[in-house]
T-cell receptor, first 111, second 114 residues
Framework: GESVGLHLPTLSVQEGDNSIINCAYS??????FIWYKQESGKGPQFIID?????DKRQGQRVTVLLNKTVKHLSLQIAATQPGDSAVYFC??????????FGTGTRLQVFP | GAGVSQSPRYKVTKRGQDVALRCDPI?????LYWYRQALGQGPEFLTY????????KSGLPNDRFSAERPEGSISTLTIQRTEQRDSAMYRC????????????FGPGTRLTVT
């Protein structure tokens, strides 16, 4: 399949550890943010979203934190598993459905 | 359908030829989006539709690119007089509504212009 993220920043973690993936977004007026996971040869897959009126949102094993002061978004994955290995993208949008994707981060999980 | 489908999955064409890429969104989804993704980068917005109306085409690179969704379901992205720089993965996504609804992505069409 197609390889995504040949030269992306890489985060390597051991299975069972927690992972934190960071993203700096560009538009201070952005009001909706999404994290996507992309496995090799596949399209991006929605993980979790957050609106600008929130600082934190939790899902199953994942938490998104939003710091509007410094335009920073993070994705925390608890008890990282081998199946979490992928490229992760943050995306932002402002009053529209046009998503602006950031630079991805490759997550590698070692047994 | 079960998910967003795109066809063809792979397309090799010669420079100067026209190509048409098809997207079949999830049944009932109101909005449909086209993105282009280069290797190692996130998807880049091209255009999107609500029902049959094209809402935003600001991401289309030039007038060789066009898209339509005549009946508010299937969409076609057409590239005329293809150039080598058009080579990329073209992805389609659909969502149930507008204003923060999750976008579901298709598997993409890998276009190679020789």
């Amino acid at each position: 399949g197609e390889s995504v993220g040949l030269h992306l920043p890489t985060l390597s973690v051991q299975e069972g550890d927690n992972s934190i993936i960071n993203c700096a977004y560009s538009n201070s007026a952005s009001d909706y943010f999404i994290w996507y996971k992309q496995e090799s040869g596949k399209g991006p897959q929605f993980i979790i979203d957050i609106r600008s009126n929130m600082d934190k949102r939790q899902g199953q094993r994942v938490t998104v934190l939003l710091n509007k002061t410094v335009k920073h978004l993070s994705l925390q994955i608890a008890a990282t598993q081998p199946g979490d290995s992928a490229v992760y993208f943050c995306a932002e949008t402002y009053n529209t459905d046009k998503l602006i994707f950031g630079t991805g981060t490759r997550l590698q999980v070692f047994p | 359908g079960a998910g967003v489908s795109q066809s063809p999955r792979y397309k090799v064409t010669k420079r100067g030829q026209d190509v048409a890429l098809r997207c079949d969104p999830i049944s009932g989804h109101v909005s449909l989006y086209w993105y282009r993704q280069a290797l190692g980068q996130g998807p880049e917005f091209l255009t999107y539709f609500n029902y049959e109306a094209q809402q935003d085409k600001s991401g289309l690179p030039n007038d060789r690119f066009s898209a339509e969704r005549p009946e508010g379901s299937i969409s076609t992205l057409t590239i005329q007089r293809t150039e080598q720089r058009d080579s990329a993965m073209y992805r389609c996504a659909s969502s149930a509504g507008t204003g923060g609804y999750e976008q579901y992505f298709g598997p993409g069409t890998r276009l190679t212009v020789t």
